[in-house]
Nanobody, 116 residues
Framework: QVQLVESGGGLVQAGGSLRLSCAAS????????MGWYRQAPGKQRELVAG???????NYADSVKGRFTISRDNAKKVVYLQMNSLKPEDTAVYYC??????????WGQGTQVTVSS
């Protein structure tokens, strides 16, 4: 069983920045793909950014150039640096891990609110 604990959410003005962190338990972190998803009220959960075990990244078009995903395998933490935040980035952000043996785990979510 893998546990994920997100932190770093909060209230920020448009144009501001936040950094989300997701701390993972378990021994397979370095072999796992990690992702950040978000879900706004009344909308489906969507992928924001992903990073493979090898460090390759992908982003939703809406956040390209503004958000950066990274990982620290020694600390078992994945980060999401969010810059130039917009009100439409307001959502609950979730961390996800998929390990090589089929495990698929989610964190509890952290609220990000961007005021205009």
């Amino acid at each position: 069983q893998v546990q994920l604990v997100e932190s770093g959410g909060g209230l920020v003005q448009a144009g501001g920045s936040l950094r989300l962190s997701c701390a993972a338990s378990g021994s397979m972190f370095r072999f796992s793909a990690m992702g950040w998803y978000r879900q706004a009220p009344g909308k489906q959960r969507e992928l924001v950014a992903g990073i493979t075990s090898g460090g390759s990244t992908n982003y939703a078009d809406s956040v390209k150039g503004r958000f950066t995903i990274s990982r620290d395998n020694a600390k078992k933490v994945v980060y999401l640096q969010m810059n130039s935040l917009k009100p439409e980035d307001t959502a609950v952000y979730y961390c996800n891990v998929r390990n090589p043996i089929g495990g698929d785990y989610w964190g509890q979510g952290t609220q990000v609110t961007v005021s205009s």
